[in-house]
């Protein structure tokens, strides 16, 4: 196995994780610890196309020169454990499978497991955090009827965003995803997780989210995406329910914020809206009041 690597800087990093997300060169990742990131790629054999390729779709790497090492199968496992450790918020414990029988969830607490062999959707992303944070600020409004309210996860991935809410115990949950491996990774996580009730859906955001509405709307895609789906993602909100809209550098705020605000004045009788970043990336909460 080779490992295909070199540095970036925060900003290069979040750059072409957008970049990323949008081709979909699923051999690339971005791994981050606390003091570096890596543009990251596993190769059993010859990665150069593949660089090549990339090279021409993202531009800012095309003066970028990639180190290689060889790797034996059991680093490999162990690749992923570098970039993924337990790590909690609020009452929410995000544990790798790994950790299950050596991380305590403390009693009254809640933990959601997720497969050490996922490369995208760990919780260890900003922009997950954010959600997950959200998340829990809506559980702690209203705890006592919490399992009345429905939840829809727009972009699933993993599912961990819809597990998290499951386990907080909301009543409804439902996620989709337009990546057919994302449905068959969430179904899995949420099996591993004791919810299987959760609804998991293969559908574009359109379709995914026409007729149905929730309390809580976690949509943790790219800013484009949002603003070209803003209407029916407003439209889909009970009152007193929170839009929450992830994915959004810190410098696209504004142009997020320029295209929602309009529609939520339109559509709601009142609203109240904050933003929560972490690094270089940020979360737009509209509450419906």
């Known amino acids: ?17 957008i970049a990323l997300a949008e081709i979909e060169q699923i051999p690339w990742t971005i791994e981050k610890t606390e003091n570096q990131c890596q543009l990251c790629g596993y190769f059993e054999n010859d990665f150069q196309e593949s660089w090549r390729n990339l090279q021409e779709q993202i531009p800012l790497l095309v003066e970028k020169i990639p180190l290689c090492e060889i790797i034996r199968e059991r680093d490999w496992q162990e690749e992923y454990k570098k970039f993924l450790n337990p790590f909690h918020i609020g ?3 995000i544990v790798p499978a790994w950790n299950r029988g050596i991380y305590t969830v403390p009693e009254g607490q809640f933990g959601v497991y997720l497969d050490a062999e996922i490369a995208f959707g760990t919780g260890a992303h900003e922009t997950t955090k954010l959600c997950l944070a959200r998340i829990v600020d809506y559980w702690n ?10 939840v829809i996860d727009i972009g699933c991935g993993s599912g961990i965003l819809s597990i998290a809410a499951a386990k907080l115990g909301f009543g409804n949950v439902y996620g989709f995803d337009n990546d057919p491996d994302a449905i068959k990774i969430s179904e899995q996580n949420a099996q591993k997780n004791d919810a299987p009730s959760i ?8 379709m995914g989210i026409l007729g149905r509405q929730a309390d809580l709307i976690l949509a943790n895609i790219l800013a484009p995406i ?3 789906h803003a209407s029916i993602l407003v439209n889909s909100l009970k009152q007193y329910g929170i839009l929450s809209l992830s994915g959004i550098l810190n410098e696209e705020i504004e142009s997020v914020k320029a295209v929602f605000t309009p529609l939520v004045k339109r559509y709601w009788s009142g609203f109240i809206s904050n933003t929560k970043t972490m690094g270089q990336w940020s979360e737009i909460a509209y509450v419906h009041t």
Request: positive net charge.
């Open 1 to 17: 196995m080779k490992k295909v690597f070199f540095d970036l800087s925060p900003r290069e990093a979040a750059s072409v994780e």
């Open 226 to 228: 949002l603003i070209a």
């Open 141 to 150: 409004l209203f705890k006592d009827s919490v399992f009345l309210k429905k």
């Open 91 to 93: 009452p929410l414990h």
């Open 199 to 206: 609804e998991f859906r293969l559908a574009e955001i359109n």
